[in-house]
């Protein structure tokens, strides 16, 4: 019993850098209704610009994260402007090849920069604090895992209000409704995309940089989070903030307590079994609308 | 194709003047042919014309959502042809789309809040929202309640009050009574009609109803498959043979 419970807190630590990870694919994908299949790769980025900046400048993760952040806000903006909005009006596979297209630009870039050696960060705040832990009711929490998700679930929070309580969140809403009458209110669709891409990169980016705490860094690291955050976008309700948290602790949880019972390489197939279960049950997800 | 003629003497002043505009779909199918036509400050003008005859497509051409092949569209003086529809929104161009367009899953005042977009100072949109639930009071009745889940009359009352809180100088409606119970047309007719005499706000209305829309307005113009085939005032139109048997069943 105690271990089972031991694996659910353990999976919901892993459920809120999760939800972190897929939210930026539950704007493009589930509001925005874009394909983006280099999603992970833009968490690898966040993952070497965390190491690279512990490693050059000494800054730790837990601060990285702000031009992480930024440069990839930027990095999105891009990659919707100068690639995305071109393919944007077409058939959806040529958004499916636009963004696998651009997962091997990124992933091989980053092999031709850092080689595609594993790499660990060392020394962060994080990492030192390895041995801690918090006893309660006879569950160990660890403490480092327990920043990473709090702090996870602050951001994700925030992106939540701006989508749900403001102006901005409202335009993009909108926008992803119905383009045109969007334009005839006076909002410009194509910088609610720009920014719908900069948040989700920036977003996913800054997951990575707190996921490089614990998870090595290399350039094909990204490609299981892309699978996993489509998972939990459709899973969760395309395009509900809310949803994407909960079918993220779910997966989180699955993963968790399959581990404890079954040889590792079954925790994923049990994830995406119960993905198939849910999408038999529920086809619109959990808090999903048709 | 020659020195252009001279303006005819009624366009000076001309709010919305359009000139030989066409609008090509596709593999050069013409949606409008050498469309010229204007509106004047303060004046209802109605577009009638049978289903295909390119009303929609010219109301959004001069909403800027089509892009025309050639031709010249100004609005109140100045060329607008070159600039994209939210920047027209902001120079008081407005379009009540065919089928509404509601952002449904926004409340109803949420899309009220989009509406001004274009201006989101509060005293402005406190200012308009009082100005539109007092010419729909319904809708302030329905403000939590999503766009979707409107009644039709309500959905199109819903979809003028969001073209009005841009505060526009020039307001386009495109079938606002299609598929709309007769007792809510009139509603929404005779809002119309106030609105008009209370502020002088030039419309541009497209309409099934031919005695209606030619009623509220005082000029008008017939579409038949992308030309203007007749213009005139509202009496004269009705007057017309080809008016009154297309259109009137006369």
Partial sequence: MTLLLQ??????????????????LTIIWGLMEMINFAHGEFLMLGMFGAWWASVAFGLDPLLSIV???????????????????????????TQIFATVGLLFLLQNSAVAVFTSDYRYLSDTLLTRLSGANVNLL??????????????????????????DRTEFGLALRATAEDREAAMLVGIRPQKMFAVAWGLGAALVAVAGAILANFFAVFPQVGFPFTVLAYAIVALGGFGSILGTLLAALLVGVVQSVTTVYLPPAFKDAFVFASYIVIGLCRPQGLFGRF | MGAEPAPPVSRDGALL???DVEVAYGAGVLALQG????????????????????KTTLLKTIAGLVAPRSGEIRFAGRPIGDL???????????LVP??????????????????????????????????????????????????GTLSGGEGQMLAI?????????????DEPSLGIMPRLVDAILEALARLHRAEGLAMFLVEQNVPAALELATRGYVLQTGRVVLEGTSRDLLGSELVRKAYLGM
């Avoid at chain 1, 891009?78 to 959806?92: A, E, F, I, S, T």
């Avoid at chain 2, 994209?84 to 407005?94: H, I, M, S």
């Avoid at chain 2, 109803?108 to 809040?113: F, G, I, K, Q, S």
């Avoid at chain 2, 009050?161 to 409606?173: I, K, N």
């Fill in chain 2, 161 to 173: 009050a969001r073209a009005l809180m841009s505060r526009p100088r020039f307001l386009m409606l």
């Fill in chain 1, 7 to 24: 694996a659910i807190v353990n999976g919901l630590e892993m459920g809120f850098l999760y939800a972190l990870v897929a939210v930026g």
């Fill in chain 2, 35 to 54: 469309v010229s036509l204007h509106v004047r400050p303060g004046e209802i003008v109605a577009l009638i014309g049978a289903n295909g005859a390119g």
């Fill in chain 2, 17 to 19: 003047d359009m000139r």
């Fill in chain 2, 98 to 147: 065919e089928g509404r367009r509601l952002f449904s899953r926004l409340t109803v005042a949420e899309n009220l809040t989009l509406g001004t977009f274009t201006n989101a100072e509060a005293a402005h949109r406190r200012e308009m929202l009082d100005r539109v639930y007092t010419l729909f009071p319904v809708l302030r009745e329905r403000a939590r309640q999503r766009a």
């Fill in chain 1, 67 to 93: 031009p992480v952040g930024l440069a990839m806000y930027a990095l999105g903006v891009l990659v919707y402007r100068q690639l995305m909005r071109r393919v944007q009006r077409g058939d959806p596979f």
């Fill in chain 1, 138 to 163: 006879g569950i160990t929490i660890g403490v480092p895992l327990l920043i990473g998700a709090l702090l996870a679930l602050v951001l994700f929070l925030a992106l939540y209000l701006l989508i």
């Fill in chain 2, 84 to 94: 994209e529809a939210p920047d027209r929104v902001r120079l008081g161009v407005a």
